[in-house]
Nanobody, 113 residues
Framework: QLQASGGGLVQPGGSLRLSCEASGFPFAYYSIAWFRQSPGKQRELVATKRSGRDPTYADFVAGRFTISRDNAKHTVYLQMNSLNVEDAAVYYC?????????WGQGTLVTVSS
C-alpha cells in the first residue's frame, strides 16, 4: 500500500513537501514515482527515485522539485519549490512490485493567490 500526504493550498512561488509512505512490500528494492493529474488532463510522470540511483524528473520540473527517499521510514518525499498555477493537481505516488501496480490515494495541491 501507498499513503500519500502533504498536499494543500500554497501561493504562487511557494513550497510544499509531499510524502508517500509504503507498506506491505520490501520498499528498498523498488522504484517509487510521483505522478500528477490536473482536471481534463492525462496523468503525467513527475519524478522517479530508485535506491542507489540518481532521480529522474519530467522536463517541466526544471530544477524546482526534488524527490528523495528514506528507506528506513519506507517513505518517499517530493519537495516542490517555486510552485506555479500549472503545478496544481492531484499528486499520486506509484510503485510497481513484481508486476503489480500500486497507487497512493492522491493528495491535492492547489496553487492560488
Amino acid at each position: 500500500q501507498l499513503q500519500a500526504s502533504g498536499g494543500g493550498l500554497v501561493q504562487p512561488g511557494g513550497s510544499l513537501r509531499l510524502s508517500c509512505e509504503a507498506s506491505g512490500f520490501p520498499f528498498a528494492y523498488y522504484s517509487i514515482a510521483w505522478f500528477r493529474q490536473s482536471p481534463g488532463k492525462q496523468r503525467e510522470l513527475v519524478a522517479t527515485k530508485r535506491s542507489g540511483r540518481d532521480p529522474t524528473y519530467a522536463d517541466f520540473v526544471a530544477g524546482r522539485f526534488t524527490i528523495s527517499r528514506d528507506n528506513a521510514k519506507h517513505t518517499v518525499y517530493l519537495q516542490m519549490n517555486s510552485l506555479n498555477v500549472e503545478d496544481a493537481a492531484v499528486y499520486y505516488c506509484y510503485a510497481k512490485v513484481d508486476g503489480q501496480v500500486f497507487w497512493g490515494q492522491g493528495t491535492l495541491v492547489t496553487v492560488s493567490s
